[in-house]
């Protein structure tokens, strides 16, 4: 049996900033998993990761330790789904699987009750449970969603929110790949194709962010040289990257997207 | 100048167990201000009081101490609003002013800019921010609310949210302090009448809940006696005071209120 609640999302990569706003007697942030020692922990797995894409699988092992899968981008737009989802704790949220991030709304799979009364009883003192508004909002979005993919119509496929997310998002990453392919300057991560079981057919990888390198020694801190051409991201660096690296949003407005990946805007100027 | 901004509500009769649960090392839970030895801490004034309606003042006086009056129930359905308040850090919610406490939606007021910063902080790095969908359903409540009051219909009083909520609460209290009266086996608190500079009018104080006291020695539990009855109240033992005390809502629907002051329930059977 699998418990499901609502929560508000907490967005992993900011766990280490919480952890020392707090100064929790419970627990600290130990850093990089592949680094750690011991036997109890709580491990996070960001899979698909934020910000590269990749598929990530827990490091640690231990009967003491804890495993969190993060599974917000776990979901057909972005990469195929190879696998049905069967881990202890799994967390999800509106933002990226519909779109709707202003919702604040995640949910939450868990298979130990004791678990997920915890998490319930957390949620309950940290900020009295969740915005009926929002709970609300979420759970008619799912259950469109839900439904498009419940009625069988196979010759409107494109209506529904995973084909019609995946089909956009292949279609950015084919251009942005052109035209960093043509640079020459910058590279971004290679992914295999992979079997889609939720779709049935072979798909690629489409991060929801892409993580883009600069392959020029000239360009060392690429979110500066990307702003001074008025071109907003996020550097390596609040991702234990090097600053050669930047994240760039690819699920931003048609409108605001399309101003990116352009080949005057990815070359040395 | 004085910095607004949304937040979720956290309710502070619960602030002991948050501290318990989170331990943290910045601060921890010490009891009664009234009891409190030293120069650092932050002092929450409930004002008026949840729950027995009471309005209250900051008891600590430190140069290194702050302090935070929740004014959640300083709204003229409730008591007179016999001053502007003019404190350092309050807080309010759309919970107990319009009565939407499921949008989970607060509001600030605060003096100082640094201290305003840091509140910001902790909300964006403990759920990243507040529902938008909230946000947007209590901006417009409050629009709504507030219109009512500045186009000066004077004719028109009883359609506005304050006029409607003190008719309605005064009611309730005139009802319940009859039948309580004529039982002879509980007692209420008595509060004195003021001057409302809101609503310009002598008025009483009708709070969001009733602390109810047995009087007589057969019922010690109250809440579990109350409960015997159908009746759902919260013992005084959750708030420091003992269990022949219950807080009784005041703010139920009509349906749900009309069952409870009848003299056929309060008395003893």
Known sequence: MLFFFFFFFMMFQSYPAVTDYLRSGLFRWAGDAHAFKGESYIELVCSPNNPDGSIREAVLSSEAGKTIHDLAYYWPQYTPITDRADHEIMLFTVSKSTG??????????????????????FIELNTIGVSKDSQLRAAKLLKVVSDGYELERADEHTDRLFDFGRRIMAARWERLREVVKASGIF??????????EFTKERTGIYPAFAWLKSEKAEIEDLESYLRSQKILTRSGKHFGAGSNYVRVSMLDRDETFDLFPRPAYLSLR
């Open 100 to 121: 709707h991030a202003g919702t604040r709304i995640g949910w939450a799979l868990v298979k130990d009750r004791e678990v997920a009364r915890k998490m319930v009883k």
């Open 187 to 196: 590279s971004l991560p290679e992914f295999p194709d992979g079997f889609c």
